[in-house]
């Protein structure tokens, strides 16, 4: 990852005043109270996967307020997950509270006021995710906020360990190996956090989430067979068809559109990935489950506006 910002050859003076003009437009809008202005040191660096900004920190102890006032000038279009790498932060919004520790998660929403107290030697990694991509995957995420996930389960500590060794390999990820990675951190991230509510909504809730991730993954399990309908999705999800459509609704589609769609965002990568130049359209399609190049080229332009031929001529063009 890139440093953004470091203290350490900033005058002493001036450290706290030049961190937090860094922190406003690198990480949101807020104000912030440092414990002692003398001693106060920083450093921020920044990195992406795909379309996931992220921003690690590490500050000496403070406190944080993000207000209506804040709110007003912040990108509400993003969620943020958090996960603590050191040191200790508290962070209250919505009415909860949530005490970070080291290999904790949580989601915070910018869109909602929120306070914190960062310890001595804080030091956070923050994915900055586009809100859609969450909301299309969970439905809506405010209850979510300010909940912990502790790396005590399987799959919380899957994540927590994968977000842990982001930082260290950004920098070498090409645009495929990013375009590949980015919705696995994201179903990473849904079935902590729709677990994690399952304990706190009704079962009818938490089942519908639940059903929802395992439809999901079989769907991504299963792509590039031919034979995949809703039929082994379902089963697969041990559900009924009917009941995995009713769920899938809530998100305004169904098993079919589901594998429809991901087949189609699987080949647009295909046909986006120079290593993949040698391959025909006609391959990519078929390995990706589609077996008429008619149907496929029109479900294509239907999704992205342009044949599946005319994106990849305009993508070796640009």
């Keep these: ?37 003398n001693t106060f040191r920083a450093q921020l660096q920044s990195g992406s996967v795909g379309a996931i900004d ?17 709110i007003a000038h912040a990108n509400t ?10 040191g200790r932060v508290g962070l209250e919004q919505d009415g909860r509270q949530v005490v970070l520790e080291p ?44 909940r912990s996930v502790k790396p005590c389960t399987a799959e919380n500590g899957l994540l927590s360990a994968s977000l842990a060794m982001l930082p260290s390999h950004t920098d070498g990820l090409g645009t495929t190996a990013e375009a590949l990675l980015e919705p696995h951190l994201l179903d990473l991230i849904t079935l902590s ?5 399952g304990e706190e909504r009704s079962r009818k809730s938490s089942a519908r989430s ?26 697969a999800a041990g559900v009924s068809v009917r009941y995995a459509n009713e769920v899938l609704a809530d998100e305004s589609t169904s098993i079919v559109r589901l594998i429809q769609a991901r087949r189609l ?5 295909a046909l986006e990935d120079p290593s993949q130049m040698g391959r025909t359209v006609s391959e990519i399609a078929y390995g990706w489950g589609f077996s008429d190049m008619t149907h496929f080229a029109r479900r294509f332009r239907s999704a992205y506006g342009v044949l599946p031929s005319e994106h990849r001529r305009r993508v070796r063009a640009a």
């Design 265 to 269: 965002a699987r080949c647009r990568q």
């Design 103 to 146: 290999g904790d998660i949580t989601l915070i929403d910018p869109r909602l006021q929120y306070q914190g107290r960062f310890s001595e030697d804080s030091e956070v990694l923050v994915l900055k995710v586009p809100r859609h991509l969450m909301e299309a995957r969970l439905g809506q995420t405010r209850e979510m906020a300010a």
């Design 1 to 37: 990852m890139k440093t953004v910002f470091s203290t350490e050859h900033v005058h002493q003076r001036d450290r706290f005043d030049y961190w937090l003009s860094v922190a406003r437009k690198d990480v949101v809008e807020h104000a912030s109270t440092p414990r002692c202005r």
């Design 210 to 235: 639940l059903v929802r991730v395992r439809l999901r993954a079989a769907v991504e399990a299963r792509l590039a067979d031919r034979a995949l309908d809703a039929g082994t999705v379902a089963r």
């Design 77 to 86: 279009d993003e969620l943020f997950i958090c996960r603590q790498f050191g």
């Design 54 to 70: 992220l921003v690690l920190f590490q500050n000496s102890e403070m406190s944080v307020t993000h207000t209506r006032r804040h």
């Design 193 to 197: 956090l729709g677990r994690a509510m």
